[in-house]
Protein backbone atom coordinates (compact mmCIF):
# COMPACT_ATOMS: atom_id res chain seq x y z
CA UNK A 1 0.00 0.00 0.00
CA UNK A 2 2.45 2.23 1.10
CA UNK A 3 4.73 1.70 -2.12
CA UNK A 4 1.74 2.66 -4.04
CA UNK A 5 1.02 6.12 -2.71
CA UNK A 6 5.30 6.66 -2.94
CA UNK A 7 4.51 6.10 -6.71
CA UNK A 8 1.16 8.30 -6.95
CA UNK A 9 2.65 11.44 -5.23
CA UNK A 10 6.01 11.70 -7.16
CA UNK A 11 4.87 13.81 -9.64
CA UNK A 12 4.86 12.64 -13.56
CA UNK A 13 6.18 10.54 -15.06
CA UNK A 14 8.43 11.14 -18.84
CA UNK A 15 10.12 13.30 -20.94
CA UNK A 16 9.22 17.07 -21.54
CA UNK A 17 9.40 18.42 -24.61
CA UNK A 18 12.35 20.22 -24.02
CA UNK A 19 14.59 17.41 -22.60
CA UNK A 20 13.42 15.42 -26.14
CA UNK A 21 14.54 18.52 -28.02
CA UNK A 22 17.67 18.75 -26.38
CA UNK A 23 18.28 15.26 -26.23
CA UNK A 24 17.27 14.96 -30.19
CA UNK A 25 19.91 17.83 -31.15
CA UNK A 26 22.70 16.46 -29.59
CA UNK A 27 22.09 13.13 -31.61
CA UNK A 28 21.60 15.06 -34.86
CA UNK A 29 24.66 17.48 -34.25
CA UNK A 30 26.79 14.18 -33.19
CA UNK A 31 25.56 12.63 -36.57
CA UNK A 32 26.31 15.38 -38.75
CA UNK A 33 30.05 15.03 -37.55
CA UNK A 34 30.60 11.79 -37.88
CA UNK A 35 29.51 11.78 -41.45
CA UNK A 36 31.64 14.56 -42.35
CA UNK A 37 34.52 12.91 -40.72
CA UNK A 38 33.71 9.65 -42.54
CA UNK A 39 33.85 11.45 -45.50
CA UNK A 40 37.08 13.11 -44.79
CA UNK A 41 38.64 9.93 -43.61
CA UNK A 42 37.58 8.04 -47.10
CA UNK A 43 39.22 10.25 -49.18
CA UNK A 44 42.53 10.90 -47.79
CA UNK A 45 41.90 6.38 -47.89
CA UNK A 46 41.35 6.70 -51.55
CA UNK A 47 44.73 9.23 -52.01
CA UNK A 48 46.66 7.19 -50.21
CA UNK A 49 45.82 4.03 -52.52
CA UNK A 50 46.34 5.86 -55.96
CA UNK A 51 49.98 7.55 -53.94
CA UNK A 52 51.25 3.86 -53.15
CA UNK A 53 50.09 2.77 -56.69
CA UNK A 54 52.25 5.34 -58.12
CA UNK A 55 55.18 4.88 -55.75
CA UNK A 56 54.82 1.17 -56.42
CA UNK A 57 55.23 1.78 -60.18
CA UNK A 58 58.02 4.12 -59.46
CA UNK A 59 59.80 1.27 -57.37
CA UNK A 60 59.27 -1.31 -60.12
CA UNK A 61 60.67 0.48 -62.97
CA UNK A 62 63.50 1.31 -60.84
CA UNK A 63 64.12 -2.26 -59.59
CA UNK A 64 64.02 -3.74 -62.85
CA UNK A 65 66.75 -0.81 -64.37
CA UNK A 66 68.87 -2.08 -61.38
CA UNK A 67 68.50 -5.99 -62.28
CA UNK A 68 68.81 -5.49 -65.62
CA UNK A 69 65.73 -7.10 -67.01
CA UNK A 70 65.98 -6.91 -70.98
CA UNK A 71 69.76 -5.36 -70.59
CA UNK A 72 68.28 -2.01 -70.65
CA UNK A 73 66.99 0.90 -68.70
CA UNK A 74 63.15 1.12 -67.55
CA UNK A 75 61.33 4.23 -67.62
CA UNK A 76 57.76 5.17 -66.20
CA UNK A 77 55.87 7.29 -68.39
CA UNK A 78 52.59 9.63 -67.10
CA UNK A 79 49.95 9.78 -69.35
CA UNK A 80 47.75 13.18 -68.16
CA UNK A 81 44.86 13.71 -69.64
CA UNK A 82 43.05 16.55 -68.26
CA UNK A 83 40.16 15.85 -69.76
CA UNK A 84 39.75 12.20 -68.20
CA UNK A 85 41.57 9.49 -66.61
CA UNK A 86 45.74 9.75 -66.08
CA UNK A 87 47.65 7.14 -66.32
CA UNK A 88 51.09 5.86 -65.87
CA UNK A 89 53.22 3.43 -67.78
CA UNK A 90 55.99 1.66 -66.86
CA UNK A 91 58.38 0.67 -69.43
CA UNK A 92 61.43 -1.08 -70.82
CA UNK A 93 63.22 0.67 -73.47
CA UNK A 94 65.59 3.77 -73.32
CA UNK A 95 62.44 6.30 -74.31
CA UNK A 96 58.79 6.06 -74.05
CA UNK A 97 58.48 6.20 -78.11
CA UNK A 98 61.36 3.42 -78.36
CA UNK A 99 59.93 1.32 -75.94
CA UNK A 100 59.41 -2.64 -76.45
CA UNK A 101 55.18 -2.39 -75.83
CA UNK A 102 55.01 -5.97 -74.91
CA UNK A 103 56.64 -5.14 -71.67
CA UNK A 104 54.56 -2.39 -70.51
CA UNK A 105 52.73 -2.11 -67.45
CA UNK A 106 49.78 0.36 -67.55
CA UNK A 107 48.39 1.37 -64.13
CA UNK A 108 44.76 3.21 -64.68
CA UNK A 109 43.90 6.07 -62.63
CA UNK A 110 40.24 7.38 -61.60
CA UNK A 111 39.17 10.76 -63.24
CA UNK A 112 38.55 12.31 -59.64
CA UNK A 113 42.44 11.74 -59.01
CA UNK A 114 44.09 14.73 -60.82
CA UNK A 115 48.20 14.17 -61.70
CA UNK A 116 50.67 16.80 -61.80
CA UNK A 117 54.31 17.19 -62.13
CA UNK A 118 57.39 19.39 -61.48
CA UNK A 119 59.86 17.18 -63.16
CA UNK A 120 63.46 18.68 -63.77
CA UNK A 121 64.13 19.18 -66.74
CA UNK A 122 60.60 19.45 -67.40
CA UNK A 123 59.60 15.75 -68.58
CA UNK A 124 57.12 13.84 -68.35
CA UNK A 125 58.78 10.41 -68.14
CA UNK A 126 61.31 9.45 -65.70
CA UNK A 127 64.10 7.24 -66.91
CA UNK A 128 66.04 4.29 -64.25
CA UNK A 129 69.03 3.59 -65.97
CA UNK A 130 71.02 0.75 -66.33
CA UNK A 131 72.66 -0.43 -64.32
CA UNK A 132 72.72 2.59 -61.12
CA UNK A 133 69.16 2.93 -61.71
CA UNK A 134 69.94 6.49 -61.47
CA UNK A 135 67.34 9.17 -62.90
CA UNK A 136 67.21 11.52 -66.00
CA UNK A 137 64.48 13.50 -64.10
CA UNK A 138 64.31 14.63 -60.29
CA UNK A 139 61.25 16.44 -58.71
CA UNK A 140 57.15 16.17 -57.66
CA UNK A 141 54.34 14.31 -58.46
CA UNK A 142 51.33 15.94 -57.11
CA UNK A 143 48.26 13.88 -56.46
CA UNK A 144 44.95 15.83 -55.91
CA UNK A 145 41.72 13.87 -55.46
CA UNK A 146 38.65 15.55 -56.01
CA UNK A 147 39.82 18.93 -54.83
CA UNK A 148 39.57 17.62 -51.62
CA UNK A 149 43.07 17.01 -50.70
CA UNK A 150 46.47 15.94 -52.49
CA UNK A 151 49.75 14.21 -51.76
CA UNK A 152 53.33 15.09 -52.87
CA UNK A 153 55.85 12.25 -54.22
CA UNK A 154 59.07 13.38 -54.95
CA UNK A 155 62.06 11.27 -56.71
CA UNK A 156 65.67 12.22 -56.07
CA UNK A 157 68.46 12.21 -58.56
CA UNK A 158 69.43 8.51 -57.73
CA UNK A 159 65.69 7.38 -58.17
CA UNK A 160 64.69 6.94 -54.65
CA UNK A 161 60.79 7.52 -54.20
CA UNK A 162 59.54 9.06 -51.19
CA UNK A 163 55.89 10.26 -50.34
CA UNK A 164 55.23 13.43 -48.43
Do not use: C
Amino acid sequence: MKSQEVLRGSGPIGFTLVELLVALTIISMTIVGSISLYGRLQVSAQLNEQSRRIISALRTAHMYALSGIGGTSHGIYFDIDPDGSDRVVVYQGSSYATRVQDADLVENFPASLALSLQLSPSATEIIFSRPTGAVNATGTITLTLSAADTRVISVNRLGITDDQ
